[in-house]
C-alpha cells in the first residue's frame, strides 16, 4: 500500500514532556512537510524539508523540532517549549508541488 | 512570502444549486493553486488544480478558475449533492521556499 503514513492517530502528552510524531512515505518524494491545524482553521507550516539532512523552519516553528535522516522520513517532535501544542497534525510529500498527506495524528495535552 | 485569503468562511447552498469560493494570493510568482476537500477529522484530499499557464479547468461538476492579473482564483461546483458538504480549502505554491500556503477554508453545506 502506498503512500504517507502517520502514527499514531491519537497522541496524549503531560505537560512538559516532549513528544515525537512520525511520518514516514514510499513516494519517493524529495519534498516533506508538516503542518499543524486547529479547529476552525486552515494550515499553518511548522516545518519542510526538500532534501535529505536539510531543513527549514516554516511560519509556526518555535517549540518544534525535526530531522531528515532517511528520504523516507520525517519525525516531528513537539517540545516542552511549545505551550499550546493541542492540535491536529499533518504530513504531507511533495512532487512538483502537488501535495499527498497523512492521515494525522490528533495531539492532546493531558 | 505568500499569504493567501479565502472567502467565505462558511456557505450553505440547497441541493442542486451552484458554490463558489474564491481566493486571492499575494506573490505574482506563485505558480500552482490546489483544491483541498476535508471532512471532519480526515486528511485534505485534493479534488483539482490549476498552473499559472492556463485559465480554466474542469472536472465533472468542479471547476477552477484562475485570473494571473489579479491574483485570484476560484473553486465552482455545480449541482451540488448533500455528500459535497465538507470544508475546502485553497492553496498556492510560494515559489520562494517551495511550500504551499493554505487559505483559511471554507465550510460548505449542502442543505438537502
Known amino acids: 500500500d502506498g503512500g504517507i503514513t502517520q502514527s499514531p492517530k491519537y497522541l496524549f502528552r503531560k505537560e512538559g514532556q516532549n513528544v515525537t510524531l512520525s511520518c514516514e512515505q514510499n513516494?519517493?518524494?524529495?519534498?516533506m512537510y508538516w503542518y499543524r491545524q486547529d479547529p476552525g482553521q486552515g494550515l499553518r507550516l511548522i516545518y519542510y524539508?526538500?532534501?535529505?539532512?536539510?531543513?527549514q523552519k516554516g511560519d509556526i516553528a518555535e517549540g518544534y523540532s525535526v530531522s531528515r535522516e532517511k528520504k523516507e522520513s520525517f519525525p516531528l517532535t513537539v517540545t516542552s517549549a511549545q505551550k499550546n501544542p493541542t492540535a491536529f497534525y499533518l504530513c504531507?510529500?511533495?512532487?512538483?508541488?502537488?501535495?499527498?498527506f497523512g492521515q494525522g495524528t490528533r495531539l492532546t495535552v493531558v | 512570502g505568500e499569504n493567501v485569503e479565502q472567502h467565505p468562511s462558511t456557505l450553505s447552498v440547497q441541493e442542486g444549486d451552484s458554490a463558489v469560493i474564491k481566493c486571492t494570493y499575494s506573490?505574482?510568482?506563485?505558480?500552482?493553486f490546489p483544491w483541498y476537500k476535508q471532512e471532519l477529522g480526515k486528511r485534505p484530499q485534493l479534488i483539482i488544480d490549476?498552473?499559472?499557464?492556463?485559465g480554466e479547468k474542469k472536472d465533472q461538476r468542479i471547476a477552477v478558475t484562475l485570473n494571473k492579473t489579479a491574483k485570484h482564483f476560484s473553486l465552482h461546483i455545480t449541482e451540488t449533492q448533500p455528500e459535497d458538504s465538507a470544508v475546502y480549502f485553497c492553496?498556492?505554491?510560494?515559489?520562494?521556499?517551495?511550500?504551499?500556503?493554505f487559505g483559511s477554508g471554507t465550510r460548505l453545506q449542502v442543505q438537502p
Open positions: 504531507a510529500s511533495s512532487i512538483e508541488a502537488e501535495a499527498f
Open positions: 513516494l519517493n518524494h524529495d519534498a
Open positions: 524539508s526538500q532534501i535529505v539532512n536539510d531543513f
Open positions: 506573490d505574482s510568482a506563485s505558480n500552482y
Open positions: 490549476i498552473r499559472s499557464n492556463v
Open positions: 492553496a498556492a505554491f510560494d515559489t520562494g521556499r517551495r511550500a504551499l500556503t
